[in-house]
């Protein structure tokens, strides 16, 4: 039996409690990891879809730091509750008042699609954020890369900024007069 399949009978089972936080599906989930926040979407009978490391077991992927570095990641549908740990979660449409959601039926044929497909990952630029948020809204949004970028390019500007006034400062100190 795939995913997808699995997914349609726990569905349909209506014995399965909501998690906690009542999330609906096509709802964004913000995991709060040690070093960062990992991001879900949530499909509804507690599983959501994901994107993991290729090269890390189920269980040591959803904790470890190193899945922020990986190039390639695999999406996966997994249990919420099983990724989340012992970390905590909330439901986090932060998008919701600048992008319109797609109609859920969408979101959630499009997540069903890419069930344990291989793709592209880079924090900056297709990371865990960015894909839940093409899922639900069209478009991939990551205010975490946002911010990470602009440090990046704060800390490159200084070091241009101390590189130029130290030649500067270099050039003045062997003048010959």
């Known amino acids: 039996m795939d995913k997808r399949q699995q997914f349609a009978m726990a569905s349909n089972d209506p014995d399965l409690p909501d998690p ?3 999330p609906q599906p096509g709802d964004l989930i913000e995991i709060f990891r040690p070093a960062y926040q990992h ?5 509804g009978d507690g599983y959501i879809i994901n994107l993991t490391p290729v090269d890390e077991s189920q269980a040591a992927a959803m904790s470890s730091v190193k899945s922020v570095f990986s190039r390639k990641a695999v999406v996966r549908m997994q249990l919420l509750k099983e ?5 905590s979660y909330r439901v986090n449409n932060k998008y ?12 959630i044929e499009r997540a069903q699609v ?13 990371n865990c954020e960015h894909f839940v948020t093409l899922l639900r809204y069209g478009e991939g949004v990551s205010e975490q890369a946002t911010r990470a970028i602009g440090a990046i390019s704060l ?23």
């Open 83 to 87: 990724v989340v740990g012992s970390d």
């Open 114 to 126: 890419l069930i344990d497909q291989e793709v592209s990952y880079d924090l900056l630029g297709s």
């Open 96 to 107: 919701d008042h600048n992008h319109t959601p797609l109609p859920v039926c969408e979101i």
């Open 20 to 22: 906690p936080g009542d």
């Open 39 to 43: 991001w879900a979407l949530y499909l």
């Open 155 to 177: 800390v490159t500007a200084a070091a241009s900024a101390f590189s130029v006034l130290g030649l500067i400062n270099t050039r003045s100190r062997n003048r010959p007069f």
